[in-house]
């Protein structure tokens, strides 16, 4: 009876002892003295490195090497086979894991799992070239560049000097305080990158990219995540796709090429050219020119330099321009203000609004315009909508088709031509008091009147008047097909 | 107010409207004119008003309308494999969950960092395998969507799923090698759940679109 019971528990305690691990861990220690001129190398995998930097020329190589097994032995036997190989040659020190051949055995080395773990201090001013992959890579203090290449781990890169080259794949990168350039790829993690004094040269696919503070200009490219990019001396550029791009704080000049994602550029020193489409274009406070090129695209604007736009299938809304505005649109209202320079646009299907220009050119189609306090003259043209010019103190060309023209001209002292047509509309044209024109009128199906004295000379009708207001100083034609023609006075 | 013509249509309406309309019509013959082919389509109208041959009629149509069968509305299919595509994504996080949870794998991976117990493997393997067959069933409904990628986006999903593949492939020769380190099993499970996404946001906008 005693010994069943004894078998019995051996039985439970059989599958506890089958599931019980045992874990080996042994360390390896060299240091060894760096000569100038020598760099420092490290291949390694399946494991994390940590490196930092002392002032000495001495390499400290210390690492934990780890193995677990169903059983003690073997968890010590496999990790005694792992090597760390250092090699001493003119150029370099090279340090490399080595693990050991595993036979494929379902009962054999299958059961085996290992790890190694770096911790290496280099001289500060050694150049590093690290390779790793299945694990993490932690920098601090490399002062004479470094070439860091990991997969599957974050790498973390701190405090550095010189120019650092950094690729990862399947992780994130985050680097930060580094005097001197970094030349940066990762694909599938997000990129951290902070206080870069030199360039910065960045690419990415399928993560966030966050850069702030890069002392002289930073390119980026990514796709399929979002790119924020703030206070960067220096000209910048970011080409990205499916992702957002907000820019802002940039002393150079800004280009940002994006495709399906919002471009948002505010507070830009110098020149920004904004590509983007079937999104959004925000602007703010850009000291230079702005340059937008859009599809699919609302875009709007404010405080900036000489803009140059063309987006369709959006609403144009921009305001504060210093100098000249080119905007070109389509399918979507456009609406200006206070631009000081000559102002041209050109749109189809959406209503025109502009106040406060310089001279101002509009070509629409299919729709209205309207626009007011210009400081110039008015050239306008459209179709199938109605043309609202109030306060426009230079010449004035209005051709209309299937619309009402109405028309305020606040001219003074010089000769400021007005010409005028429409039709199956009315005209109405308000003049001041003094006004002096040579007036030509001619309508079909429709009136002629005037608040204003005229002085005819010739036939007259009342679809067709030629003379003159005032002293007859400057040419004033307008011509109706199947509307009224109005002259007010204001 | 001057009654004018134009006001007469308003006048037959508003009956404050119509001592003025009269007024107005005793010197207007073409408002006069008007008002009597009013009149003369007002009669014609009462005349050609016609009872039902049967006062069932329409309950009879309601009726019949009624017992037709009902056409399943289009949306239903997509329904179904909205519902789908949602229970499998439920699935495949909650054995996302199961697995490497904070319950789970995170407690064991913090009771000991570099290695897996062998129940704690068994249970990662276990459902690893029930995770996997709830992603291969959410690829199937994005397949279509993938093997006709014709928008950008879908081309980017097909381009990453290729990625996370090769990167899955490569990971887990290295897992069955290595197959108690927890770090490559957090970054397997890591890549898996990467995957699940993009898949589901392929079966997502598929639908939206």
Known sequence: ?490 | MKFECGDLERALAVPELLHEAREHLKNCPACRSELRLWNEISSAAGALHEDWDSPELWPRIKSAIAAEPKQRPVWWSDWKMWALAASIVVAAGLLFWLNWGPGNFGQEQAANRDFLTEQALRDVEKNEAAYTRAIDRLYQLAEPKLQNARSPLAVNSREKLILLDSAISDLRTNVQQNRFNASLQMELAALYREKERTLQELVTNDRKN
């Not at chain 1, 054999?108 to 280099?122: K, L, M, P």
């Not at chain 1, 694909?187 to 690419?203: E, I, K, M, P």
């Not at chain 1, 505005?325 to 000081?340: F, L």
């Open chain 1, 1 to 490: 009876m005693i010994g069943r019971t004894k078998i019995a528990i051996l039985l439970l305690a059989l599958p506890v002892c089958a599931l019980a691990r045992e874990e080996y861990t042994r360390t390896f220690d060299k240091t060894v003295t760096l000569q100038p001129g020598q760099k420092f190398r490290l291949e390694h995998s399946l494991g994390d490195i940590e490196i930092h930097t002392h002032p000495s020329r001495d390499v400290i190589i210390h690492t934990d090497i780890k193995a677990s097994a169903s059983n003690a032995n073997d968890a010590k036997s496999f990790a005694d086979k792992i090597a760390v190989l250092v090699e001493n040659s003119a150029g370099m020190l090279a340090v490399r894991t080595k693990y050991p051949e595993r036979p494929s055995s379902f009962f054999g080395s299958n059961n085996i799992s290992y790890t190694v773990r770096y911790s290496i201090t280099a001289p500060e001013t050694a150049p590093v070239e690290i390779q790793n992959s299945f694990g993490a890579v932690q920098a601090t203090g490399l002062k004479a560049g470094s070439d860091i290449r990991t997969s599957h781990g974050a790498l973390t890169f701190r405090n550095g000097r010189g120019t650092q080259r950094l690729l990862d794949s399947f992780a994130n990168i985050e680097v930060s305080n580094n005097e001197g350039d970094v030349q940066l790829e990762d694909s599938n993690g997000a990129v951290t990158v902070s206080d870069v004094s030199g360039l910065l040269n960045l690419r990415n696919r399928f993560g966030a990219v966050n850069v702030s503070r890069v002392g002289r200009g930073a390119t980026v490219t990514n796709s399929n995540g979002a790119v924020h990019l703030t206070d960067v001396s220096g000209d910048s550029l970011v080409n990205n796709s499916f992702g957002e791009v907000t820019v802002a704080g940039l002393q150079g000049n800004m280009s940002v090429n994006n495709s399906n994602g919002k471009v948002d550029a505010n507070n830009i020193k110098g020149a920004a050219t904004l590509n983007t489409s079937f999104s959004s274009v925000h602007f703010s406070n850009v000291g230079g020119a702005v340059r937008v090129t859009a599809t699919n695209s609302s875009v709007e604007g404010h405080n900036a330099g000489p803009l140059n736009l063309d987006t369709s299938f959006g609403a144009v809304n921009v305001g504060e321009i210093r100098g000249t505005a080119e905007i070109k649109g389509s399918n979507g209202a456009v609406t200006v203000a206070n631009i000081s320079g000559q102002t041209n646009i050109r749109n189809s299907f959406g209503l025109v609004r502009a106040e406060s220009t310089g001279p101002l050119t509009v070509h629409n189609s299919n729709a209205g315009v309207k626009a007011s306090d210009v400081h110039g003259d008015a050239i306008v043209d459209t179709s199938f909508g109605a043309v609202l010019l109030d306060g426009v103190t230079g010449a004035i060309t209005v051709g209309n088709q299937n619309g009402a023209v109405e028309v305020t001209s606040t001219a003074k002292g010089a000769c400021r031509p007005i010409e005028i047509h429409t039709s199956f509309s009315a005209i109405r044209l308000h003049l001041p008091g003094d006004a002096s024109y040579r007036l030509s009128a001619k309508t079909s199906f429709g009136k002629i009147s005037s608040a204003l004295p005229i002085s005819t000379s010739g036939s007259l009708s009342s679809d067709s008047i030629s003379g003159t207001i005032g002293h007859g100083q400057c040419e004033l034609r307008l011509t109706n097909n199947n509307g009224d023609i109005s002259i007010l006075n204001h």
